[in-house]
T-cell receptor, first 113, second 111 residues
């Protein structure tokens, strides 16, 4: 099983809402990633978790708050987002940092009104 | 800072043709290079990963080569099919933890 599952697939939220994105993998991978992708652009790294600890924060605004409750689960908590935050949010995992193939989920399409 | 460039940005060919996608990177001190495929509105699918010690990797009709010294990789697709239509991205590590992606090549295979 090489599946990374992201929920929800689509999310529409107002600028005052609080919502969360969820990512799950059961491949025993120890590295998990959040990416943001705007239309016709490549993915941009947001956060990296390694062994459930935050390893990289690419200067992401605090309105995005990641959480790794256990080795299989990665959340992204959203609060007070701006319309420019509308994008496809992708989760990925790999056995170890960068040495191995990264497996991506199908993404959550987020629209901020 | 690692920079990745993909040429061409878009490519349209008739079904059955063999084709080559190009990827270049500025820092040759890389662990590996990955090629991904992305269908519109979907996530990325890893196609091939080439370790720095390798020169080629093959999977079915796909063949990827890596020339670290010149900072180049190519993805060769044989006997293209309409189902190959997608955006193809290459990515290399920057430092120990971050992948840097090229802008991608949008490939269209015409029946």
């Amino acid at each position: 099983d090489t599946e990374v599952t992201q929920t929800p697939k689509h999310l529409v939220m107002g600028m005052t809402n609080k919502k969360s994105l969820k990512c799950e993998q059961h491949m025993g991978h120890r590295a998990m990633y959040w990416y943001k992708q705007k239309a016709k652009k490549p993915p941009e790294l947001m956060f990296v978790y390694s062994y459930e600890k935050l390893s990289i924060n690419e200067s992401v605004p605090s309105r995005f708050s990641p959480e790794c409750p256990n080795s299989s689960l990665l959340n992204l908590h959203l609060h007070a987002l701006q319309p420019e935050d509308s994008a496809l949010y992708l989760c990925a995992s790999s056995q170890n940092l960068l040495v191995d193939i990264q497996y991506f989920g199908a993404g959550t399409r987020l629209s901020v009104l | 800072k690692q920079e990745v460039t993909q040429i061409p940005a878009a490519l349209s060919v008739p079904e059955g043709e063999n084709l080559v996608l190009n990827c270049s990177f500025t820092d040759s001190a890389i662990y590996n290079l990955q090629w991904f495929r992305q269908d519109p509105g979907k996530g990325l699918t890893s196609l091939l990963l080439i370790q720095s010690s390798q020169r080629e990797q093959t999977s079915g009709r796909l063949n990827a080569s890596l020339d670290k010294s010149s900072g180049r990789s190519t993805l060769y697709i044989a006997a293209s099919q309409p189902g190959d239509s997608a955006t193809y991205l290459c990515a290399v590590p920057q430092g120990a933890q971050k992948l840097v992606f090229g802008q991608g090549t949008r490939l269209t295979i015409n029946p």
